[in-house]
């Protein structure tokens, strides 16, 4: 197993330099082909973001429309995967120049301040980068936190080792999905710590609460709220979206939100989860195209809209 694991690793390694030393015209095209080829053969993820945007827009958006959105879903995949390969290969200096912070004071404020906060996320266009671009610029700017990212973990070797060296690069630290809040609360303990967590995803009843998201009810984490509400932090919103050739990023950061503490501790965790939330949704209306369709979003509450494929 572990002359496997090796030879991936120098596979890997050797396709990600010849990723960061082609020009990016033809980087691009590979993004299009791959994307290309699995969505002619995965049926699963297609009919998942099928019934999504079914669900959601109904006969409110054309078939050709839902088509043209999951095909730009299976390349925005395609990209994350393949810049993520590339990445350790790339100038530093050059990849941030790529990213453009729109409202940079909403979360560089509270950083040289030397506040708590967390990165609020979603599956949204160029969600790596929320672990990426943003400790770069804080080295630039000789600004010193104690970095971290939440991600779940495979429990195949190979592929955690490459997680975890990707995000050291940039000197954020991968905490695993699974146990990692208990993790969190001792972090935030401390001054100077900021945490990435995407929070668009389905999870249990049981895991968090029911809000609504895009005019549906859905599920959501309340883990950002809680830690809010305990320390006092502030939750800041970043989506991060890309132009069509993938050479071009906007790094929109909203303004810090935190969760009140009342004598309602539900009541303040609910309203400060649907804030977050708030602001995920109304960047997908503004760009459906750049959202990741293919969770399953609504499972717990629509069960019955993932069984079949109609039209």
Known sequence: MKIVNKFLEILVAGFGIYLALIPHWLFYWHIVGLASLIYCFDRRRYADAYCNLKFIYGDNMTEEAKRNIIKRCYQNFVFVILESVRLPYLNKKHYLSRFEFKNKENLFSLLHEGRNVVLVSAHYGYWEALGTAIPLQMQK????????????????????????????????????????????????????????????????????????????????????????????????????????????????????????????????????????????????????????WFHKRWKTFYKEIYNSLSS
């Open 141 to 292: 700017e000789n600004i010193v936190y104690e970095m971290s990212s939440l991600g779940r973990l495979t429990e195949i070797d190979f592929v955690d080792k490459m997680l975890r060296r990707r995000r050291e690069i940039f000197n954020v630290r991968l905490i695993n999905k699974k146990g990692a809040f208990r993790e969190l609360l001792k972090m935030y303990a401390h001054a100077k710590v900021g945490t990435g967590i995407l929070i668009d995803q389905n999870i249990d009843k049981n895991e968090g609460i029911e809000i609504e998201f895009l005019g549906k009810r859905a599920t959501q984490t309340t883990i950002t709220s809680i830690i809010s509400r305990r320390f006092g932090c502030a939750l800041v919103p970043i989506l991060i979206d890309f132009n069509k050739d993938y050479s071009k990023f906007v790094l929109d950061i909203s303004k810090p939100i935190y969760c009140e503490k009342t004598s309602d501790m539900q009541k303040d965790i609910y309203e400060c989860t649907q804030k977050q939330i708030h602001v995920i949704e109304q960047k997908i209306k503004e760009n459906p195209s750049s959202w990741l």
